[in-house]
């Protein structure tokens, strides 16, 4: 099973940006198995995803994100991280980081973080 644990969450104001880490560990975790990704959840709102990138570090985002958010790995550190630039209130939510073994499709993340925090006051 894979462990995970996000950090860098916080509050800033619209415009503003944030980086968040996600440190992933396990007895026998492998950078290449995995994709990795984030989602959020909007108070009130169902968890939604936001970015993934494959062992290749190909990535993927969904459009709110596009041109705002990158999503990149390091492998050597098992760490993920997510810079997000032009912050606006419709990115206020828990952000999760999240596993999946082999694919990187959406519904195939079987492993979560506890979440951080993000806040963008206008």
């Known amino acids: 099973e894979v462990q995970l644990v996000e950090s860098g969450g916080g509050s800033v104001q619209s415009g503003g940006s944030l980086r968040l880490s996600c440190a992933a560990s396990?007895?026998?975790?492998?950078?290449?198995?995995?994709?990795m990704g984030w989602f959020r959840q909007p108070p009130g709102k169902e968890r939604e995803p936001v970015a993934s990138?494959?062992?290749?570090?190909?990535?993927r985002y969904v459009d709110p994100v596009k041109g705002r958010f990158t999503i990149s790995r390091d492998n050597a550190k098992s760490t993920l991280y997510l810079e997000m630039n032009s912050l606006n209130a419709e990115d206020t939510a828990m952000y999760y980081c999240?596993?999946?073994?082999?694919?990187?499709?959406?519904?195939?993340?079987?492993?979560w973080g506890q979440g951080t925090q993000v806040t963008v006051s206008s």
């Open positions: 999240a596993a999946a073994q082999w694919t990187c499709s959406w519904r195939s993340f079987a492993y």
């Open positions: 396990a007895s026998d975790y492998t950078s290449s198995r995995y994709c």
């Open positions: 990138i494959d062992s290749r570090g190909i990535p």
